[in-house]
């Protein structure tokens, strides 16, 4: 059998304040890494100031904008004389059986006492027959 025992009330009060203060002293030490820059008065950088574009005076006269046609035809690099290849893709398709399931394992039928008895008898009977 286990032997229990109680613990007196001063020692249950001792693990209650060790817990107490060991998560006081894991949320300050969650402050203080949070608050580092305060602590030590290092100054946060400032933010990164962003570009901003200023537009530029448009000029009277634009210029046309530049319009590119491009046509990645085959028909139209054949013609051209870039030698256009023709890529044929044949696709073969094979039709599998579907796996037959395994046949189950035929299982011998059980021999019964009386019929043990009468196959040893006959074994008995020709094996005293052969040997005279």
Excluded: C, H, Y
Aim: net charge negative.
């Amino acid at each position: 059998m286990s032997e229990e025992t109680q613990e007196g009330g001063l020692s249950g009060l001792k693990k209650t304040i060790l817990g107490v203060a060991g998560t006081a002293v894991t949320g300050f030490g969650i402050w203080a890494t949070t608050n580092i820059n305060k602590i030590f008065g290092v100054e946060e950088e400032s933010e990164v100031k962003t570009e901003q574009v200023a537009e530029q005076a448009q000029p009277a006269a634009q210029a046309a904008p530049i319009v590119l046609n491009i046509d990645n035809s085959a028909t139209n690099n054949a013609s051209a004389g870039g030698g256009g290849t023709n890529t044929i893709i044949k696709e073969t398709v094979r039709e599998v059986p579907a796996a037959q399931p395994a046949a189950a394992p035929v299982e011998e039928k059980k021999e019964t006492t009386a019929e043990r008895i009468a196959r040893l008898k006959k074994e008995k009977a020709d094996k005293d027959g052969a040997q005279n």
